[in-house]
């Protein structure tokens, strides 16, 4: 029921920095795993990071590993995809969606949204 929404991307050049953020409509007392998707032309939507519920437990793709932090603050519902080090290729359309858990299956819970474009080119 509660809607997730993604923010903060643009346009930067390789090797800069920005900061995605997603974040839950209204208040909500329940916090699930969440994990951001990213999707670039021509390519399958992939997983490329996951947050447990309490922040304790954090996964990422082999991709981002090294570059790219999430986190989470419960008390602002939001979480947090912290991104260094850009490359071209990770030029994609970023989503965020709650998750049933941050290892095997990858399905979420509820819809996709709309998603933030993150643009790396120089």
């Known amino acids: 029921q509660l809607q997730l929404v993604e923010s903060g991307g643009g346009l930067v050049q390789p090797g800069g920095s920005l900061r995605l953020s997603c974040a839950a409509s209204?208040?909500?007392?329940?916090?699930?795993?969440v994990g951001w998707f990213r999707q670039a032309p021509g390519k399958e939507r992939e997983g490329v990071s996951c947050?447990?519920?309490?922040?304790?437990?954090?996964v990422y793709a082999d991709s981002v590993k090294g570059r790219f932090t999430i986190s989470r603050d419960n008390a602002k519902n939001t979480v947090y995809l912290q991104m260094n080090s850009l490359k071209p290729e990770d030029t994609a359309v970023y989503y965020c969606?709650?998750?049933?858990?941050?290892?095997?299956?990858?399905?979420?819970?509820?819809?996709w949204g709309q998603g933030t474009q993150v643009t790396v080119s120089s």
């Open positions: 209204g208040f909500t007392s329940d916090h699930y795993h």
């Open positions: 947050i447990s519920s309490g922040g304790g437990v954090t």
């Open positions: 969606a709650r998750r049933l858990s941050c290892s095997g299956s990858t399905l979420i819970i509820g819809s």
